[in-house]
């Protein structure tokens, strides 16, 4: 079976990833702008202080105007952002940057790496407006926690988009909880597309999440991550040669595991 590459998502037959059991391990191998200088301009890192933030979220009032539609107060949750980053954000940096690398060359030699890294590094700081007990919360979140938490895409994407991020990477931000099937948050019109850079950064981001414990899950193995994913594909979510790498990427990673024990 052959389909374009030059056009994703794949929305083909699913019997190339059904034969898949994710189980064994493999054997393979007004101008509101921040300038900033050519180094600093390709360091995520330098916009998550709490000065950078500060100064960022009062030069745009959109900040102020989505999180009181929210109904939540403005205050800054520095507290939880710092392990995010260090966890959770660099762990999907690491996972994107393995699925890129898994790809088959002719899609490998598509993504932008740079854009999906930086991305992937940033793409839950607009958490940082989210209140420390809903984050937190030890249980299930109420519909209205829900809406609150699914506020941080755009609250990240309003945070960074007048410095020198370039659009591409702030729109994997935006859009890192949206899909192929525009089923995802926040809301995209019809002539939104989940290209492939988008693609791999949520997967990476969804496998992160599901394989760490947080207050009001436990952490789940590769084989149920791979399975819950698995099933994203099924339903056309995703490109099955992205899923694929995923897979590949998570064989290797487990090997080497082996190898240092």
């Known amino acids: 079976m052959s389909f374009d590459i030059n056009r994703l998502p794949y929305f083909g037959s699913i019997a190339q990833v059904s034969g ?3 189980a064994p391990v493999s054997t393979k191998q007004v ?3 921040l300038h900033a200088d050519k180094f600093e301009s390709v360091n995520p890192e330098k916009y998550t202080s709490e000065i950078m933030i500060r100064k960022l979220a009062e030069s745009n009032p959109e900040i102020n105007k989505i999180i009181s539609k929210a109904g939540i107060r403005y205050e800054l949750n520095m507290e939880d952002l710092k392990p995010l980053l260090e966890g959770h954000c660099t762990e999907t940096r690491n996972i994107a940057e393995g699925i890129v690398k898994n790809l088959p060359f002719s899609l490998e030699n598509r993504a932008n790496i740079k854009a999906i890294k930086d991305a992937a590094y ?4 607009g958490k940082v407006f989210i209140p420390q007990e809903i984050l937190d919360k030890n249980g299930k979140l109420t519909p209205e926690e829900t809406e609150i938490i699914h506020k941080h895409p755009e609250l990240g994407y309003e945070l960074l988009k007048n410095t020198s991020i370039d659009k591409k990477t702030l729109n994997l931000i ?5 899909n192929a099937k525009k089923n995802g948050y926040p809301f995209v019109d ?6 492939l850079d988008l693609q791999i950064l949520s997967l990476a981001d969804k496998y992160s999440a599901l394989t ?3 207050p009001y899950k436990r952490a789940l193995t590769r084989e149920q ?3 819950i994913i698995r099933k994203d594909v099924r339903e056309g979510k995703i490109n099955p040669l992205v899923y694929n ?3 590949n990427y998570t064989d290797e990673a487990a090997l080497a595991k082996l190898n240092i024990g």
Do not use: G
Request: proline share 3%; net charge negative; no cysteine.
């Open 20 to 22: 898949i059991n994710p």
């Open 31 to 33: 101008d509101t702008s």
């Open 122 to 125: 940033l793409h839950d700081i």
């Open 174 to 178: 935006r859009n890192h909880h949206q």
């Open 190 to 195: 019809n002539n939104f597309y989940a290209d």
């Open 212 to 214: 760490e414990a947080r």
């Open 225 to 227: 991550a791979l399975t």
């Open 245 to 247: 790498a995923l897979v």
